[in-house]
């Protein structure tokens, strides 16, 4: 409960008759049930959180890899996507959402908002119709920097939004100055109060908008936002990446008039709403871009199915040139590894260059890789986290400011280290896959935000992975 009122109760037996007297109490009585529940369920919530902080993987390395491996789908394009179940008062069905935490977190917001979800498997419909409380709270926003994405659809269908600021991140500030800025410039009255973003508007207006940076969120949350407002607005320096495009196909299927889909200039037409749709969320180029490191990295012979290749070229060419054999078709990938893989320098950058989130994956292939090569980050200004956990596990990795310089060992070996966010999570768990003896690795709650079973998934192409739950018990000599 957000405030708290105190009420005092004479003991005056002319109060007995009293019907209002009676309506108080029982306000009261059903307020205090509602703060017990909420106690009760924020402990159950906290209880299992802590065993799953604890959750760990032990990896045996050595073992190559052979066989075939699903892809699920995108995460961070299924994230903007529910959140667009906000721009409509009818049913929004989805396909291939996959069953991620971030996810999780995402539809608890959208519930608390009024909003209903029904989940079956990897099937997800919303129903937008009785959202009252538009207000994203700390206590969610903190878990996940991309709840900031509600801010544009509350505010272009209600007209009010109140959204926590999200405050920190480990791998770099991801500052949300351009969202506000673009719906500014849209007729949006923004303040910053107590620690949430205060934003009104009657109705947006269509404006000209041109960001700072390339913000792929940013430009997620102006595309929503322009989808309802009065006339045209043009997004320019837009992000081009795969799941803004598909973003933006499920909004044009919603009714959305949007031009420029895929390039660096989005032109909107606002309508007066939008309806409900059917979409299916695109791969997860991430998750395929990794097990396709993992397997350069252990060797063997993979085949990748529900993939769109296309996505992946900057990729794929780095990994050729390590020596990886890659074939492709529509919707499949092959990749074989059988030798050493040669040192591949690369530098991170916007779509469709190499993504920073596939820079700590093929970090992890460089660190056994023949040769010297060098990692050159331009997104996040401290994204090199996993280096000193690398080099627990023997690796030879240095930092000299946006740029790591991996000298690459013939071995790896086992040992206990840290996970200290998504991507970084990855590459441990790569380069466990080919270390000597077992590996631990700690916090994988971070790995459950953007993986959908990844042990199960290697597991079933010959990995020795197991997850070790927050209760169990380790042995200290499973401890590597």
Not at 76 to 103: F, K, W
Not at 137 to 157: D, F
Not at 442 to 456: C, V
């Amino acid at each position: 409960m957000s405030s708290r009122q105190s009420i005092q109760i004479s003991a005056d037996p002319k109060g007995a008759g009293n019907p209002a007297l009676y309506s108080v109490l029982d306000a009261r009585v059903a307020q205090t049930e509602v703060v017990v529940t909420e106690v009760a369920e924020t402990a159950a919530e906290t209880i299992a959180g802590r065993k799953e902080l604890m959750d760990k993987l032990v990896i045996q390395g050595g073992r190559k890899l052979s066989g075939e491996i699903v892809v699920s789908g995108a995460k961070n394009a299924a994230l903007p996507i529910l959140c667009a179940g906000l721009l409509s008062a009818e049913p929004v069905h989805l396909h291939n959402v996959p069953n991620l935490q971030d996810v999780r977190t995402v539809l608890k917001l959208l519930t608390r908002m009024g909003l209903r979800a029904e989940t079956s498997g990897h099937n997800v419909t919303l129903d937008g119709s009785q959202v009252n409380d538009p207000v994203a709270p700390y206590e969610l926003v903190k878990t996940m920097r991309a709840s900031i994405l509600v801010l544009g659809p509350l505010l272009a269908r209600f007209g009010h939004a109140r959204v926590s600021l999200p405050g920190g991140c480990a791998i770099g500030a991801r500052p949300v100055d351009q969202h506000i800025k673009g719906l500014q410039a849209m007729g949006a009255e923004i303040s910053i109060e107590h620690g949430y973003i205060e934003a009104r508007a009657t109705r947006l207006k269509g404006a000209v908008i041109v960001t700072d940076m390339i913000t792929v969120t940013g430009t997620e949350n102006l595309l929503m936002a322009a989808t309802l407002a009065d006339g045209e607005t043009v997004i320019e320096n837009a992000a081009r990446e795969p799941e803004v495009t598909d973003l933006a196909n499920l909004l044009v299927a919603m009714g959305a008039k949007i031009d420029g889909i895929g390039t660096a200039r989005l032109v909107i037409q606002g309508v007066d709403r939008l309806h409900g749709a059917t979409h299916s969320v695109i791969a997860d180029r991430i998750e395929a871009g990794t097990f396709l490191c993992a397997v350069a990295a252990a060797g063997g012979d993979v085949t990748l199915r529900h993939v769109i290749p296309g996505m992946l070229d900057a990729l794929v060419e780095k990994l050729r040139e390590a020596g990886v054999e890659i074939q492709a078709g529509p919707d499949w990938m092959r990749v074989a590894m059988h030798r050493r893989p040669l040192a591949t320098s690369f530098r991170t950058s916007e779509y469709p260059a190499f993504p920073t989130d596939m820079q700590a994956q093929f970090m992890a292939l460089n660190s056994i890789a023949d040769g010297t090569s060098q990692a050159i980050e331009t997104i996040f200004e401290n994204r090199f986290m996993h280096v000193q956990e690398l080099n627990r596990l023997g690796a030879n990795v240095l930092i000299d400011g946006n740029t790591a310089f991996v000298h690459g060992v013939e071995r790896l070996s086992g040992a206990r280290v840290m996970a200290t966010d998504l991507r970084a999570s990855a590459s441990l768990v790569i380069a466990g896959l080919v270390a000597d003896g077992e590996t631990l690795i700690d916090r994988i709650y971070h790995l459950d935000r953007g993986y959908d079973r990844m042990e199960e998934k290697l597991c079933a192409v010959g990995a020795q992975v197991r997850r070790v739950h927050g209760d169990t018990a380790i042995n200290e000599g499973d401890e590597a």
